[in-house]
């Protein structure tokens, strides 16, 4: 994608190179992370950070590009976790938090983030418990495939 937005670029279509850019910055923003066991949440504060850095390369690319104001970005409701210990969950979000918000102040100084500037999104879960929707795996005679569970035979899981 950055060849064809550098080629759409020399070739005198800035509105055409924005037009991709702003379309995988939009499909970035849409990314979500999932750390089923997050402890205090060090994965997914380092994940946090390097969409932040991206997204801070994409955004600039869009602006050399002409565009204003990009409207959509990286924030933390896209970092689901899974913790079944409740003060760590804790940690987890405030962790999260503090990345978020350090990474705005080193990105537009003493501007303050929108208001309310913690939000719950409730993006600590139980993902499994969740899930709405189940469908076995059915072999040619429409029953059930069950997994073999043979641990000597590591290949038997690859298609379970």
């Not at 020399?10 to 990314?31: M, N, R, T, W, Y």
């Not at 405030?94 to 409730?122: A, C, I, N």
Request: proline letters at 6%.
């Amino acid at each position: 994608m950055q060849a064809g937005i550098q080629c759409l670029a020399a070739d005198d279509k800035p509105k055409e190179a924005l037009k991709l850019v702003q379309s995988f910055h939009h499909q970035f923003c849409g990314i979500t992370v999932l750390d089923p066991a997050c402890g205090s949440g060090n994965l997914l504060y380092d994940a946090l950070e390097m969409m932040k850095r991206l997204e801070g390369e994409v955004t600039a690319l869009m602006v050399d590009l002409g565009e204003t104001k990009p409207l959509l970005i990286v924030d933390p409701y896209q970092f689901l976790k899974i913790e079944l210990t409740p003060w760590a969950a804790n940690v987890a979000e405030l962790v999260l938090w503090v990345s978020y918000l350090q990474r705005h102040f080193r990105t537009h100084g003493t501007v303050l983030p929108s208001e309310p500037v913690l939000r719950d999104f409730k993006n600590i879960t139980d993902a499994v418990l969740e899930w709405e929707e189940h469908s076995p795996r059915l072999d040619e005679h429409g029953a059930p495939v069950k997994p073999e569970r043979d641990l000597n035979n590591r290949a038997a899981f690859r298609d379970n």
